[in-house]
């Protein structure tokens, strides 16, 4: 079946500084990525959608500058969290979509912590 | 009146029970429905994926989907201990958005 890679798993980063994470689908391609918030004991909260080789469409109050993505290829998306506060703390996770298919993979999260 | 509504109350069956879960959803659009498995700390696993109204299942797993009532319900037969996660439901109308249910956690007691 269709596997989406997501790493790192965990970070911690200082408040200030600058984190990556990446998504890659790894045995399809995926013109679509999503990036979510989760927090504990909630559901997921869609931030942005990736297209491959345009900008990201944010949901309502995420803001652009904030949260970077990038999706440079049909298997790679990354999200950059810039100027990291102890706020941003949170669970993030991408899912990609098969074209065709609306089953959508998820990849196993980033644990984010800024201290 | 939220999109899907799923009770995400906790759920504790004993070993071999059948997990009973469901959602209901307002949008008539919905045609595409799933349900997930997560575990703490991991990303949802897809479990099931239905198109439209009708059943499917997959080993220990059946899935329900009736349009006409906008319900939709997610069946475990001989629950085993990793069972234990939360559900979630999801659906789409085919465009690039997913909606949740807020997902139900469920324990299976050995």
């Known amino acids: 079946g269709a596997v989406v890679s997501q790493h790192p798993s965990r970070v911690i980063c200082k408040s200030g500084t600058s984190v990556k994470i990446e998504c890659r689908s790894l045995?399809?391609?995926?013109?679509?990525m999503f990036w979510y918030r989760q927090f504990p004991k909630q559901s997921l909260m869609l931030m942005a959608t990736?297209?491959?080789?345009?900008?990201?469409?944010?949901e309502q109050g995420v803001e652009k500058d904030k949260f970077l993505i990038n999706h440079a290829s049909l298997t790679l998306s990354t999200l950059t969290v810039t100027s990291a506060h102890p706020e941003d703390s949170s669970f993030y996770i991408c899912?990609?979509?098969?074209?065709?298919?609306?089953?959508?993979?998820f990849g196993s999260g980033t644990r984010l912590t800024v201290v | 009146q939220k999109e899907v509504e799923q009770d995400p109350g906790p759920l504790s069956v004993p070993e071999g029970a059948i997990v009973s879960l469901n959602c209901t959803y307002s949008?008539?659009?919905?045609?595409?429905f799933m349900w997930y498995r997560q575990y703490s700390r991991k990303g949802p696993e897809l479990l099931m994926y239905?198109?439209?109204?009708g059943n499917k299942e997959d080993g220990r797993f059946t899935a329900q989907v009736d349009k006409s009532s906008k319900y939709i319900s997610l069946f475990i037969r001989d629950s085993q201990p990793s069972d234990s996660a939360t559900y979630l439901c999801?659906?789409?109308?085919?465009?690039?958005?997913?909606?949740f249910g807020k997902g139900n956690q469920v324990v299976v007691i050995p």
């Open positions: 899912s990609a979509r098969e074209r065709g298919f609306y089953g959508y993979t």
């Open positions: 045995d399809f391609q995926a013109t679509t």
């Open positions: 990736s297209n491959e080789g345009s900008k990201a469409t944010y």
């Open positions: 949008n008539s659009a919905f045609q595409y």
């Open positions: 239905t198109y439209s109204s």
């Open positions: 999801a659906m789409s109308r085919g465009n690039n958005r997913l909606a």
